[in-house]
């Protein structure tokens, strides 16, 4: 298992990431370490969900933000 | 509750060409409320910032959200533009809603989304007000060029707003250095509303084109493109959206040909990601 099993939490943990969304630390201190230090930023990455910086659906790595208007070229019949 | 029908005055009267009186850009109290229960508890972000973010609000946005029998706006424009942004403000709160909302929610912030259910179901009735509004423009204080007019027109048959040809050709003044031609009026009773429809047409088993029919699109020079799963229009910063079909969300998006009373976009599949039996 990686780091965050050990106690160390990153930003791409589940703890931090759910107290990033607005979740009582208390909560999270109830929850087992197994499970809030789960790193779920290659879950979040593949499936283009909500990035962990932002809390913005599709700011994972390598994805574009979702809600910005993608324009497209037009030809002209 | 959000689901509650306000009451729908019959008389909404709305003109266009006149200062509007101060005070009317006020933001009504359920926008301060769900900003208030929304944006406060988690110092957060625009969560959909990418819509928003390039649109310069006009302030009459909020304002066609109140309770008044009538409504003033500079210019056709404005009045077009105001319902743009309602509309931009609409689905990125239908997005919140369906997203990155359900989390909060399940943290137990349900009481924002009560306010959030409640400014989409103002805003959804503040557009049937509109459209069932008794329009006029008055020419008094500014007339425009009737190219400028047809472009505002155009802008508000986008939003799915029609104008009466006939009260604009009794409002234009007699002082105008050029009455109507009838070459203008023959134009500006061709604007047609723009119906938030389109279909899905397969033309081999991975190709796909997304036709939108709407007279005299091709002339209005639109910008068009795609927002997760809507279809943007954009004339001149007045934007229509309109939801695709599930299926084009697993397609990849090729160009638009634009034509005079139409356009069609296309649209690939991956077929990693559709298997066909």
Known sequence: MSEQNNGEKTTSDLGSWLISMGAPVSITELMPREITGLDIAPLMSRLGGIGIK??????????HPTDVIRWLPIIRL | MWNRAREVSPSLRITCGVEPKAGSGASPAVVAQLFESLMLPFGFFN??????????FSRDAYSLLSDSEQFEFESVRQLAQALSDLDSIRIALLQIDSEEF???CGLGKSEARIH???????IDQARIRVQ???????????????????????????????????????????????SLSAKWISKFESIKVFKVLGVLVESDPLTFAFQVKWKGVGNADPAIGLMRNHLVIDVGGVRSFMELPA???????????????????????????????
Do not use: H
């Not at chain 1, 932002?54 to 994805?63: D, L, N, Y």
């Not at chain 2, 069932?132 to 423009?137: F, M, P, V």
């Open chain 2, 247 to 277: 299926a084009c969300s697993r397609m990849e998006p090729g160009v638009v040909r634009l034509s005079k009373n139409k356009f069609e976009i296309d649209f690939v599949a991956k077929e990693s990601e559709w298997p066909r039996s």
């Open chain 2, 132 to 178: 069932g509004a008794q329009l006029r423009i008055d020419f008094l204080e500014y007339r425009p060029s009737p190219k400028a007019l047809f472009r505002s027109l155009t802008q508000l048959a986008l939003v799915g707003v029609r104008f009466d040809a006939r009260q604009l050709q009794r409002a234009w003044p007699a002082s105008a250095r050029k």
């Open chain 2, 102 to 104: 359900a989390i909060w």
């Open chain 1, 54 to 63: 932002g809390g913005v659906r599709g700011e994972g790595v390598g994805e």
């Open chain 2, 47 to 56: 969560p959909a910032r990418g819509l928003l973010s390039d649109l310069n």
């Open chain 2, 116 to 122: 959030l259910l409640q400014l989409i179901s103002v």
